[in-house]
């Protein structure tokens, strides 16, 4: 990436223990999981579309995009609070600045990097004039209104209360940060931590380096998430091992159950364990459509419920792309002589089923 690419590498032991600089060993322990925060987010998003008045969708967009900003900055409630987006995002970069200089504080703003995709939903949200005309304080809230709301989504996700605290989740993406491998510096800063952790190997960094770094593992991330058609990320939930095979069940950030076999040769070889963060893929052929009212009784193990979104027709195959709750798409190829005899169209409800030997796992 550049000419310090090698540092990033070399994680020592001080660096690998130090979750307690930033999140207490106690606090860890409440903490969110990746597959947690993003049930968070969907049930906020879900929770913005329920009302049918425009005047209280706004303003529940107002409390998601509080949200996805503690979410994805690791940044404190009341700097949210006190951000001006228009002046304070750069949408360009990907970059909010974070923070105030006070009299006699000494503290300088400090650059966040953010997902494109957010920066992308946060500049087409300011630039809707229904938004500005309506909300013209934009993020000047009660924050014990913004707390109740974040208590309301965490119970919502079958959480206790208090594990949907804003502080909870700038804890949480601390400690998700340094679980994908960001160097702990790089969290320090991007926290705002007043005292870095800044041993041998990262004293040769400049500022500028450092927000390389976190743009870094920014796109990596949100490559990850944001991954291609028929990918679910998620959780390993359970892995049953036999003699020969190991059955691996994970659960997706939709809250569905994703399973697949695998050799044990492969499971000791990617290092598999429960809790881990994979993404699990199926080839668009493995892929069956079928229409039912309930779940179809299949032995295919992986049965999803979607609306057919798009059908791109050929003269030898036809793909059918199926949209399921969580927003991943799931493709179907078919060849198009079954395709006519199937008779789908666009916006059917159909469900997608796939045997739990056509997944593939990948870990980063």
């Not at 049918?52 to 690791?74: E, P």
């Not at 504080?105 to 004039?129: A, F, K, Y």
């Not at 078919?334 to 409800?349: I, K, L, P, S, Y």
């Amino acid at each position: 990436m550049f000419r310090h690419k090698q540092h990033l590498q070399r994680s020592s032991i001080t660096e690998r223990s130090s979750h307690a600089r930033i999140v207490s060993m106690q606090d860890e322990a409440h903490c969110l999981d990746t597959v947690q925060l993003n049930r968070m987010e969907q049930s906020f998003r879900t929770w913005v579309s329920e009302s049918s008045r425009a005047d209280v969708r706004l303003s529940r967009k107002r409390i998601l995009l509080i949200f996805l900003l503690i979410r994805y900055t690791g940044a404190k409630l009341n700097e949210v609070l006190a951000l001006d987006p228009f002046q304070n995002i750069d949408f360009k970069r990907h970059v909010v600045l974070l923070g105030k200089t006070n009299a006699g504080d000494g503290r300088l703003p400090r650059e966040v990097q953010i997902p494109g995709s957010l920066s992308g939903e946060l500049e087409t949200t300011l630039d809707d004039p229904y938004f500005k005309k309506y909300l013209g304080n934009l993020f000047k809230v009660d924050p014990g209104h913004v707390r109740r709301k974040f208590y309301e989504r965490a119970l919502d996700c079958g959480f206790p209360a208090a594990r949907g605290a804003p502080d909870v989740i700038r804890k949480s993406r601390a400690v998700e940060l340094m679980q994908s491998n960001m160097p702990l510096p790089v969290v320090q800063r991007m926290l705002g931590h007043s005292t870095l952790n800044v041993i041998a190997s990262y004293v040769a960094f400049s500022d500028d380096d450092m927000q390389q770094v976190a743009k870094y593992f920014i796109e990596k991330e949100s490559r990850r998430k944001t991954s291609a058609r028929n990918s679910f990320f998620g959780k390993i939930s359970s892995i049953k091992k036999g003699d020969i095979q190991a059955k691996v069940e994970m659960t997706t950030i939709g809250g569905d159950t994703v399973t697949t076999v695998i050799t044990n040769d492969s499971l000791s070889r990617l290092g598999l364990k429960t809790g881990y963060l994979i993404t699990a893929e199926v080839k668009a052929p493995w892929m069956i459509l079928q229409k039912s009212d309930k779940e179809p009784e299949s032995t295919a193990e992986n049965r999803f419920f979607g609306t057919i979104v798009r059908i791109n027709k050929g003269e030898i195959t036809t793909e059918y792309v199926v949209r399921i709750p969580d927003g991943t798409e799931l493709c179907s190829i078919v060849t198009t002589e079954n395709a006519r005899q199937m008779g789908f169209q666009e916006n059917d409800q159909v469900w997608v089923v796939f045997n739990s030997f056509s997944v593939v796992l990948h870990v980063d």
